[in-house]
């Protein structure tokens, strides 16, 4: 009796164990089914941008683009209300019931860096950043219906003009740069290996060099995703890894904070030691592939400095450029022999009175890129963009032409609320290769997922499956020298090519001019009635409003603003497949033993 009592408890356990697998099969099936219509609805909104491209120098687009665009801070909206408490709650103005912010579900808005916005009325001068906006307009319309999914949907071109959808304001103002920005990058670049190296001798001291290097190094590490693996060196005298680390880490974002206040702390002293820095840094590289920690695509060893090399092999015997530039090929040629990464070079002399021949050259005989950085470079974005601009060539066609993209969940920053984003590159691809544009973007909140799955947006878990989609696909990087030539023109002027080209194949690298220059707009927006007013003039609104109040935002002395953030699920699916588990083991075990005494 009691076998059958012992067979009929483990058959229910397994029974049970069973359903909780097919249970849990489910609800990963319901969730990957969520994932891929955002994936869907990201790669036909890149598609309406695409097709919005093609027409941005008609003259319709040009001249009805003029006084018809929404600034993000200085214009009133036409068909604005205040947020309801169950859509969002933007805590600066109230509790979301009595007051709350304005937004506008008919219209996008344009947000615009202050560094490129330097015309009158906050336009921008550069026919690029115009023609951006312009063109990206064109696509409103289906902004605005494909917005009724409720899913917030965005432009961010390579020229650092961003649309969005619903239209509000932002708190402030000319600091965004969707350049800068994770989704952004991950969709331009995919999975990479990513190696700061960055020079801390005594001479980084001088014309602020030290602080320029810093917002470089912590504008590259900010931009970086889960899909992507990172270290920093620095050098001088020798070089070693900042962190205590021994090898690349996955950038999530408590990484990516712990290397960003490391990077704050750094400071200058010694001579300059380039040899010890590649060495370092390809150690850093051999040891994370050989423990499999690897992101397994492409990677970039981003290298800043002002100087000439003072220390190391072959100094005092004019064989110290040599030395390194061996050592680099030589570790290059290992990695891509070994296990099939790519490697490629960026150096970036940092400052108008760095010296650019030993950086220089060092890109050009290793098939990398070099910039020259100006000393107070007004889009230190742009100049640091390199390294995504080369591996988004390689997202435009073939097998990666639906590259999608996923971020990290983070914490919406108006909302309160976990959520995530999915992007993808937009290209112009008349031309060959594809003419990289920026990227679009859906973001969704948590909510849904977390509640099918019973996880928390933050879990471990939840981490995990975002890693996988992100890392599905890396780019194949594939540029004749011309091209590769092309690229360092586009990034540094005719200074920073290797003359393995000339700009007659430019094609496809560097944009074309649009032929009437003259027809581009010189005001960009509909109405600039909020200019110069503080946030809380211009956004808060009483519930039910449609326009800025005076009583608002509302001011609640000893009480919490409520905001729309979810209050934490408990994960107990681990819990019970655990206990569950463990019966198993104790059944079958106890069996065994009770065999055996029969037996004996």
């Given at each position: 009796?009691?076998?059958?009592?012992?067979?009929?408890?483990?058959?229910?356990?397994?029974?049970?164990?069973?359903?909780?697998?097919?249970?849990?099969?489910?609800?990963?099936?319901?969730?990957?089914?969520?994932?891929?219509?955002?994936?869907?609805?990201?790669?036909?909104?890149?598609?309406?941008?695409?097709?919005?491209?093609?027409?941005?120098?008609?003259?319709?687009?040009?001249?009805?683009?003029?006084?018809?665009?929404?600034?993000?801070?200085?214009?009133?909206?036409?068909?604005?209300?205040?947020?309801?408490?169950?859509?969002?709650?933007?805590?600066?103005?109230?509790?979301?019931?009595?007051?709350?912010?304005?937004?506008?579900?008919?219209?996008?808005?344009?947000?615009?860096?202050?560094?490129?916005?330097?015309?009158?009325?906050?336009?921008?001068?550069?026919?690029?950043?115009?023609?951006?906006?312009?063109?990206?307009?064109?696509?409103?319309?289906?902004?605005?219906?494909?917005?009724?999914?409720?899913?917030?949907?965005?432009?961010?071109?390579?020229?650092?003009?961003?649309?969005?959808?619903?239209?509000?304001?932002?708190?402030?103002?000319?600091?965004?740069?969707?350049?800068?920005?994770?989704?952004?990058?991950?969709?331009?670049?995919?999975?990479?290996?990513?190696?700061?190296?960055?020079?801390?001798?005594?001479?980084?001291?001088?014309?602020?060099?030290?602080?320029?290097?810093?917002?470089?190094?912590?504008?590259?590490?900010?931009?970086?995703?889960?899909?992507?693996?990172?270290?920093?060196?620095?050098?001088?005298?020798?070089?070693?890894q900042v962190g205590g680390y021994s090898g690349l880490i996955r950038a999530?974002?408590?990484?990516?904070?712990?290397?960003?206040?490391?990077?704050?702390?750094?400071?200058?002293?010694?001579?300059?030691?380039?040899?010890d820095a590649f060495n370092t840094a390809f150690n850093a590289l051999d040891?994370?592939?050989?423990?499999?920690?690897?992101?397994?695509?492409?990677?970039?060893?981003?290298?800043?400095?002002?100087?000439?090399?003072?220390?190391?092999?072959?100094?005092?015997?004019?064989?110290?450029?040599?030395?390194?530039?061996?050592?680099?090929?030589?570790?290059?040629?290992?990695?891509?022999?070994?296990?099939?990464?790519?490697?490629?070079?960026?150096?970036?002399s940092l400052g108008q009175q760095a010296d650019h021949t030993v950086t220089?050259?060092?890109?050009?005989?290793?098939?990398?890129?070099?910039?020259?950085?100006?000393?107070?470079?007004?889009?230190?974005?742009?100049?640091?963009?390199?390294?995504?601009?080369?591996?988004?060539?390689?997202?435009?066609?073939?097998?990666?032409?639906?590259?999608?993209?996923?971020?990290?969940?983070?914490?919406?920053?108006?909302?309160?609320?976990?959520?995530?984003?999915?992007?993808?590159?937009?290209?112009?691809?008349?031309?060959?290769?594809?003419?990289?544009?920026?990227?679009?973007?859906?973001?969704?909140?948590?909510?849904?997922?977390?509640?099918?799955?019973?996880?928390?947006?933050?879990?471990?878990?939840?981490?995990?499956?975002?890693?996988?989609?992100?890392?599905?696909?890396?780019?194949?990087?594939?540029?004749?020298?011309?091209?590769?030539?092309?690229?360092?023109?586009?990034?540094?002027?005719?200074?920073?090519?290797?003359?393995?080209?000339?700009?007659?194949?430019?094609?496809?690298?560097?944009?074309?001019?649009?032929?009437?220059?003259?027809?581009?707009?010189?005001?960009?927006?509909?109405?600039?009635?909020?200019?110069?007013?503080?946030?809380?003039?211009?956004?808060?609104?009483?519930?039910?409003?449609?326009?800025?109040?005076?009583?608002?935002?509302?001011?609640?002395?000893?009480?919490?603003?409520?905001?729309?953030?979810?209050?934490?699920?408990?994960?107990?699916?681990?819990?019970?497949?655990?206990?569950?588990?463990?019966?198993?083991?104790?059944?079958?075990?106890?069996?065994?033993?009770?065999?055996?005494?029969?037996?004996?």
């Open positions: 009796m009691i076998y059958k009592n012992l067979l009929s408890v483990l058959f229910s356990t397994a029974s049970l164990l069973i359903f909780c697998s097919a249970s849990s099969l489910d609800r990963e099936n319901e969730v990957k089914l969520i994932m891929q219509r955002m994936e869907y609805d990201v790669l036909a909104f890149r598609d309406e941008m695409e097709r919005a491209y093609t027409a941005r120098c008609d003259t319709p687009t040009l001249t009805e683009c003029s006084e018809n665009n929404f600034n993000d801070c200085s214009s009133t909206y036409p068909n604005q209300q205040c947020m309801k408490a169950d859509e969002l709650v933007v805590s600066s103005c109230g509790d979301g019931e009595s007051c709350n912010g304005l937004w506008d579900k008919t219209q996008s808005t344009v947000r615009i860096p202050a560094n490129l916005a330097q015309a009158m009325q906050d336009n921008p001068s550069d026919p690029e950043v115009v023609e951006s906006v312009c063109y990206s307009r064109l696509a409103e319309e289906y902004m605005v219906e494909k917005y009724n999914n409720g899913n917030q949907m965005y432009f961010g071109s390579s020229t650092g003009t961003f649309r969005i959808i619903p239209a509000r304001h932002s708190k402030v103002c000319g600091v965004y740069d969707p350049r800068r920005r994770p989704w952004f990058v991950a969709a331009s670049s995919g999975p990479k290996d990513v190696v700061l190296v960055i020079d801390v001798s005594g001479s980084m001291d001088d014309f602020g060099r030290m602080g320029l290097a810093k917002e470089a190094a912590i504008t590259i590490v900010d931009t970086l995703t889960v899909a992507d693996r990172v270290a920093i060196v620095t050098f001088s005298d020798g070089a070693s999530t974002s408590e990484n990516k904070d712990t290397l960003i206040q490391a990077i704050k702390g750094l400071q200058a002293n010694g001579s300059t030691n380039f040899y040891q994370t592939i050989r423990s499999e920690s690897t992101s397994g695509c492409n990677i970039a060893v981003l290298f800043m400095t002002d100087g000439k090399i003072t220390e190391g092999p072959g100094v005092g015997e004019g064989t110290a450029e040599d030395a390194v530039t061996n050592l680099v090929n030589e570790r290059t040629e290992q990695l891509a022999t070994n296990f099939n990464q790519k490697t490629t070079i960026f150096t970036f220089k050259r060092l890109a050009c005989s290793t098939n990398g890129i070099w910039t020259p950085v100006d000393d107070f470079s007004d889009d230190l974005v742009a100049a640091m963009s390199s390294y995504y601009k080369l591996y988004a060539l390689g997202l435009g066609e073939g097998s990666n032409k639906d590259f999608t993209a996923w971020v990290e969940p983070y914490r919406f920053h108006t909302a309160g609320k976990m959520g995530t984003s999915v992007s993808t590159p937009v290209y112009d691809r008349s031309v060959s290769p594809p003419l990289f544009l920026g990227a679009v973007a859906v973001d969704t909140y948590m909510d849904a997922i977390e509640e099918i799955l019973g996880e928390d947006a933050s879990s471990s878990t939840m981490l995990d499956r975002f890693v996988v989609l992100s890392t599905a696909r890396c780019p194949k990087i594939e540029l004749t020298e011309c091209e590769l030539d092309a690229l360092r023109f586009f990034g540094g002027g005719e200074e920073a090519t290797c003359g393995a080209c000339n700009t007659t194949g430019y094609v496809g690298i560097v944009p074309e001019k649009c032929p009437f220059q003259s027809d581009l707009p010189n005001n960009l927006w509909d109405n600039t009635d909020m200019e110069g007013k503080r946030y809380e003039d211009r956004a808060c609104c009483e519930s039910g409003g449609i326009v800025p109040s005076d009583s608002c935002p509302a001011t609640l002395s000893n009480s919490k603003l409520t905001t729309s953030e979810e209050t934490e699920e408990t994960d107990n699916t681990g819990l019970i497949v655990g206990i569950t588990a463990a019966a198993v083991i104790f059944v079958l075990a106890l069996l065994i033993f009770l065999w055996k005494k029969k037996s004996s």
